[in-house]
């Protein structure tokens, strides 16, 4: 009988693939045998005490495309809960498996480990553009060679058994990027107002996957900085890029810079094996790693055996040893846009039902921060911030100092590139007196401009000022209006700027000013140069006090330009808060700028 070409098409892809599709990135499964029939009546048999799991919505497995049935809340499934998928089974658990579902906001692989995000948590309406990452990853979970591998054996002639010279790997070349330096990093921060003290957590991968002149490039790193109490500063790194994953289309992120003995013993894994292993359950995250940190939409974990960042270098052992430990669950409030207020915001936690509903994802659209150009390769570094206000909740070990929260302030924020701004400025706070629902970031420098090798201006200089309050977004940029700055080298940031934009649904103007007492120096923290890879090149602190206001602006005719409106009540009228984050990076900072 003739068979259709598309329908040899797909069973050839269904039998070259053991693996599922699932939120933008693949995943092992079982083998599978599957026979030559026409499309959409593909059937496929199960390996002797081999099972078969559907994974989601993007499956290659021709079954019901319904919830998966294995989704449980960091914990793999008992034996007397398992679904098998012959047919006298499919009615187990039904009852549990939805409960199970509704608790968990993760896709989960037959092994309990995160694949991706559900569709109907509340990060569907909060996830920003530029979420996932950019860098190349090098991670053998990561690898495109595995299909190739996949295609190799399948193809090549089993009778014959010949000896395979292998060919030595290509490197692999983007598009845009081709190999030049790139690098990618995270900056998350953590404000604990009873204890008057605030976390940063800065996450960064240089140059993955990159080679010059046949060799590694001498500045590839993964690296992990963390700021604590009284601005003290902690370093881990290795140079080691394949450690290091990332998800393409979700914020989630980590690096193992050491596996527990304990882990291999218990599992029967092998350390080889291990490193094709990413994201994890926290649970088994806890007894698997000794040092490195993990980052998931929902839920933030690491450990960290490093050294003082303020004295020596990034590589290990170049300091005064330093620890800390850091366990906390995360729920997203805003992004990077209009949100759903904070006094009513749908936000995962155990009481998660079916039935709650969640806003409109029209009306709560999140935007890129820095312009729809950011998916390109221009005006590098791009900047996003991907949670403008969040709450978390959790326990912080810092050298032996232990810290427990309840809904503290949280912030995130990640920038890319090949190019690297030689100066800039930035403040941000979401943890003001009487105003719960409030959040800002100012910042802005002077970045490259595409084609910089051709004649003429090379650079432009820019700012912005981004708020979040009672759910909604109000944005001041160079292409909705106008902005003016005035920061001294170090101790106060002052940032004026309307927005006049008849598009938008309101026209307003925002006044904020920051600034540090004399004794308060800040610390010295390392970011990526051109040239040298991460350097002493920016100085923080998160013990600013700050004056914001807002206001609603109308046309005068009369005056001929935009003024305060003086029939409508003042948005914000000078909101306080002693614990903004203030910086200054690059240079020279010789005056205010």
Known sequence: MLVPMHSIFLSVMFMLSDREVCCGRRQAQPNRLLL????????AHNTPSRRVHAHGRRSCFPISPRRPYHVRAW????????????KENKNVSKKSNAASYADCPYLMDENGRPLGVRKDTSLANLQTPHSGRKFRPTHPNFSSSKLC???????QPRKRKQTIHKAPKLKRKNLFRNNRRFTEGWYYRLTLPEYNESFVFLFSIEDAGRWVNGNKSPLTLACMQLLGPKESYLVQSDDDDSKFWGWKSVQALGCTFEWKDEFFSGNGETRESAKEIAAMSPEEWKGAVRTGFQILPFHFQGRLDGHDGTLGGVKARQGKPGIAEYDFSVR??????????LSHSLLPSDETSENQSFPEKNHNRQYSTAGWLASFPVFEPHWQITMAHARASGTLNWNGTFYEFEDAPFYGEKNWGGAFPTKWYWAQCNSFDDHPDLSFTAGGGIRQLPFSFLPGKRTETLGMIGIHYEGHFYEITPWNG????SVWPWGRWEFRGRCTDKKGESQFEAEIVAVTDENTHGVLLRAPTKDEGMQYFCRDSGFGRVVLSLYPIQWDPKVGDYIRSPDKKILIDGACSS??????GGGPWWDVW
């Open 36 to 43: 030559f029939v026409p499309p959409f009546q593909l059937v």
């Open 75 to 86: 914990s793999t499934l008992d034996s007397d809960e398992e679904i098998d998928s012959n």
């Open 149 to 155: 591998s996949r295609l190799g054996s399948i193809l």
């Open 332 to 341: 997203p409030v805003a992004g990077w846009g209009n949100y759903p207020p």
């Open 482 to 485: 106008e902005m003016e700055w």
């Open 579 to 584: 614990q903004c984050t203030v910086e200054v």
